[in-house]
């Protein structure tokens, strides 16, 4: 069997078990309705569908696998990955910041699911980094991610960044390669993977990090000319 092949098994199966979950969860959520209305509940069923989604495209045939281009708030992607990670933010007590101008709005035109993978992929590392500091320097210190959003001559800049570990500048030129990783039990896969979905939507990305400093990751996504058109955001933004 060749590569894609064992992988194409591989997620057939992953998907097998998933479906017998998500029936699972069904079941659950019928025996005890109150789960409806609460909030982790939901935002754990909503993750379930981006992974199933995320395992169809896979495993649909090429022609049909490109995921749907739309355009994509980038302020309400991060809330809700936000939202997605509140339990380990909350665990770890770290506190995560979304800095916008008010006023402004921050569409670009994208992938959900392959923009949710980025993003999951770079908090997963923060988070990470955050914690391997905590091991490392045991006085009490900050502990934050911050997702900073700007315009620059049309295009939309993203940084995050987080309180965490850091890199030195060796580790910085190599952490985008498959299998690098600088922590035990890391696979050196996420960044490979953010490396790629970065091309694939025309973002450039770049680090900037110092050791025990902490890391930004700056992502620039390419103007999007419909902008105009999208509805404006009012509320400060700022938490
Ligand atoms: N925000 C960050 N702060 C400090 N180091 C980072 C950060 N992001 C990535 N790195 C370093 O880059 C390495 C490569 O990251 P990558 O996401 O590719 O792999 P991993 O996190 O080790 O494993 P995987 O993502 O496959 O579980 C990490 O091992 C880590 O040392
Ligand atoms: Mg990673």
Same mark, same amino acid.
């Given at each position: 069997?060749?590569?894609?092949?064992?992988?194409?098994?591989?997620?057939?199966?992953?998907?097998?078990?998933?479906?017998?979950?998500?029936?699972?969860?069904?079941?659950?959520?019928?025996?005890?309705?109150?789960?409806?209305?609460?909030?982790?509940?939901?935002?754990?069923?909503?993750?379930?569908?981006?992974?199933? &989604?995320?395992?169809?495209? =896979?495993?649909?045939?090429?022609?049909? *696998?490109?995921?749907?281009?739309?355009?994509?708030? %980038? /302020? $309400?992607?991060?809330?809700?990955?936000?939202?997605?990670?509140?339990?380990?933010?909350?665990?770890?007590?770290?506190?995560?910041?979304?800095?916008? &101008?008010?006023?402004?709005? =921050?569409?670009?035109?994208?992938?959900? *699911?392959?923009?949710?993978?980025?993003?999951?992929? %770079? /908090? $997963?590392?923060?988070?990470?980094?955050?914690?391997?500091?905590?091991?490392?320097?045991?006085?009490?210190?900050?502990?934050?991610?911050?997702?900073?959003?700007?315009?620059?001559?049309?295009?939309?800049?993203?940084?995050? *960044?987080?309180?965490?570990?850091?890199?030195?500048?060796?580790?910085?030129?190599?952490?985008?390669?498959?299998?690098?990783?600088?922590?035990?039990?890391?696979?050196?896969?996420?960044?490979?993977?953010?490396?790629?979905?970065?091309?694939?939507?025309?973002?450039?990305?770049?680090?900037? *990090?110092?050791?025990?400093?902490?890391?930004?990751?700056?992502?620039?996504?390419?103007?999007?000319?419909?902008?105009?058109?999208?509805?404006?955001?009012?509320?400060?933004?700022?938490?």
């Amino acid at each position: 069997m060749n590569d894609l092949q064992e992988l194409s098994t591989f997620s057939h199966e992953i998907n097998n078990s998933l479906t017998l979950i998500y029936g699972q969860i069904q079941c659950i959520e019928k025996t005890y309705d109150t789960l409806t209305g609460n909030d982790h509940w939901n935002r754990m069923k909503d993750d379930f569908s981006s992974l199933f &989604d995320f395992i169809h495209q =896979f495993l649909a045939p090429a022609e049909e *696998s490109s995921a749907a281009m739309e355009p994509l708030d %980038l /302020i $309400s992607v991060i809330s809700e990955i936000r939202s997605s990670w509140s339990y380990y933010l909350h665990k770890e007590q770290i506190r995560f910041f979304i800095q916008a &101008d008010p006023g402004t709005a =921050f569409y670009v035109y994208g992938a959900r *699911s392959k923009l949710f993978q980025l993003f999951h992929n %770079l /908090i $997963s590392n923060a988070v990470k980094a955050i914690q391997q500091k905590k091991e490392t320097c045991r006085s009490p210190h900050i502990t934050h991610i911050t997702v900073h959003l700007s315009k620059e001559q049309g295009h939309i800049v993203l940084n995050l *960044s987080d309180t965490g570990i850091g890199m030195t500048t060796e580790q910085q030129s190599r952490a985008f390669y498959r299998g690098v990783s600088f922590h035990p039990g890391g696979n050196g896969i996420g960044l490979s993977v953010v490396q790629n979905i970065a091309r694939d939507l025309h973002i450039k990305i770049h680090i900037d *990090s110092a050791p025990n400093q902490g890391t930004t990751f700056t992502l620039i996504f390419p103007a999007y000319e419909q902008q105009l058109s999208c509805p404006t955001r009012t509320e400060a933004l700022t938490k």
